[in-house]
């Protein structure tokens, strides 16, 4: 397992660029524009430190965010996610939002911390029961 970078929502773009980037000295490594879900990535590290990276996360439809709300997820790269997540689910962790995909799935710790879990190089080929199973409660 590798950890990849942690979420979190913002509500204004450009003030939170200018916060980030301007004030504590992060730069903008990646940018995703997802038109169809109508929001945006942009992915900060700290200089020098390109794996320890911070996703803001801007939903261009408004939300107020609540405390806890604006914390998105941890996330981590996985080698074989139906692995792990079967292996969660053994363990008496509840899959919130299984690999369906075979490339993602997201867990909640007992604290309610999101966790997204990310396959490791292209998707795993879709299985049961992984691509009929629906999602859990919130994650």
């Given at each position: 397992?590798?950890?990849l970078h942690?979420?979190?929502r913002?509500s204004?773009?450009d003030?939170s660029l200018?916060?980030?980037?301007?004030k504590?000295?992060?730069?903008e490594?990646q940018?995703?524009?997802?038109?169809?879900?109508?929001?945006?990535?942009?992915?900060l590290?700290a200089?020098?430190?390109?794996?320890?990276?911070?996703e803001l996360?801007w939903?261009?439809d408004?939300e107020?965010?609540?405390?806890?709300?604006?914390?998105g997820h941890?996330a981590?790269?996985v080698e074989n996610?139906?692995?792990?997540c079967?292996?969660l689910?053994?363990?008496?962790?509840?899959?919130?939002?299984p690999?369906?995909?075979?490339?993602?799935?997201?867990?909640?710790?007992p604290d309610?911390?999101?966790?997204?879990?990310?396959q490791?190089g292209d998707?795993?080929p879709?299985?049961?029961?992984?691509?009929?199973?629906p999602?859990?409660?919130k994650w």
């Amino acid at each position: 397992m590798k950890y990849l970078h942690t979420m979190v929502r913002v509500s204004d773009l450009d003030e939170s660029l200018d916060f980030y980037c301007n004030k504590l000295g992060m730069r903008e490594i990646q940018r995703k524009v997802n038109e169809k879900g109508r929001f945006t990535l942009v992915f900060l590290a700290a200089p020098g430190d390109e794996d320890a990276q911070i996703e803001l996360t801007w939903n261009w439809d408004p939300e107020e965010y609540g405390e806890g709300r604006n914390f998105g997820h941890l996330a981590y790269r996985v080698e074989n996610i139906y692995e792990l997540c079967q292996s969660l689910m053994d363990q008496g962790v509840t899959i919130n939002r299984p690999p369906r995909d075979g490339r993602m799935a997201f867990i909640r710790s007992p604290d309610n911390i999101s966790i997204e879990l990310l396959q490791a190089g292209d998707p795993l080929p879709l299985a049961e029961p992984w691509e009929s199973m629906p999602n859990t409660g919130k994650w």
